[in-house]
C-alpha cells in the first residue's frame, strides 16, 4: 500500500489494536509448530483432517 492517509490510519489502528491485546497472544515457536503438526498428522491418519489455522490455534 503506498504511504498516503489511510495507510497511516491503518497502521495507527492496529498498533492501538496489539496494544489493547498486551500479552494475551501466546507465541507460535518450535515447540508449538511441532505440537500442532503432530495433531494435525493424527487427525489425517484418522480420517479427521483439521485446517491448518485452526491446528494452529489448538
Excluded at 498516503?4 to 489494536?17: D, H, I, N, P, V
Excluded at 491485546?21 to 515457536?29: K, N, Q, S, Y
Excluded at 493424527?42 to 483439521?50: A, D, E, I, L, T
Aim: charged share 35%; net charge positive.
Amino acid at each position: 500500500m503506498a504511504a498516503g492517509r489511510r495507510r497511516c490510519l491503518l497502521l495507527e489502528a492496529f498498533e492501538t489494536l496489539i496494544e489493547k491485546m498486551g500479552h494475551r497472544v501466546a507465541p507460535f515457536d518450535d515447540d508449538a509448530a511441532a505440537q500442532a503438526a503432530d495433531l494435525m498428522a493424527s487427525r489425517q491418519r484418522k480420517g479427521r483432517p483439521v485446517e491448518l489455522r485452526d491446528g494452529m490455534i489448538v
